[in-house]
């Protein structure tokens, strides 16, 4: 099955050189995501807000591969401050509650310092 490349349409994807998802087979790779708003290249200063958008872009970036939160294997997550990982609990569980993927919380610089979460999901399509 040939690969396919999933954008969203950020000007990082082309200045970096990735893209949003991979799609390869049955498998979806979800590349870090931030919560950056790509139709305005806006980011919120809330961590809250900043893991909804997030989880936005990955769900726009599942939908346009076939798959959805449901698919969602694994998951990781990467803040620079660990203590602010419990304020996105209320977001996380609203897509992870039952889907509860394998998942791990990285404490991790990130390339912007106006960025507080990253996350990375794997999902596997027609396995739920």
Not at 9 to 26: H, K, L, N
Not at 43 to 58: C, F, H, W, Y
Not at 77 to 103: C, H, I, M
Request: proline share 4%.
């Amino acid at each position: 099955m040939p690969r396919r490349l999933i954008s969203s349409g950020s000007t990082f994807e082309q200045q970096i050189g990735y893209s949003r998802a991979v799609v390869s087979g049955d498998w979806v790779f979800v590349s870090g995501t931030t919560g950056f708003d790509y139709s305005t290249m806006t980011i919120s200063e809330d961590v809250e807000a900043q893991t909804r958008q997030a989880l936005k872009n990955i769900g726009a970036a599942l939908a346009e591969a076939g798959a959805s939160f449901a698919d969602v294997v694994r998951v990781h997550y990467l803040l620079p401050n660990g203590d602010d990982f419990e304020k996105t609990w209320p977001a996380l569980q609203e897509v992870f509650s039952e889907v509860r993927p394998a998942a791990t919380m990285f404490v991790a610089g990130l390339s912007g310092p106006e960025m507080k979460i990253e996350i990375e999901v794997t999902a596997h399509v027609g396995q739920a």
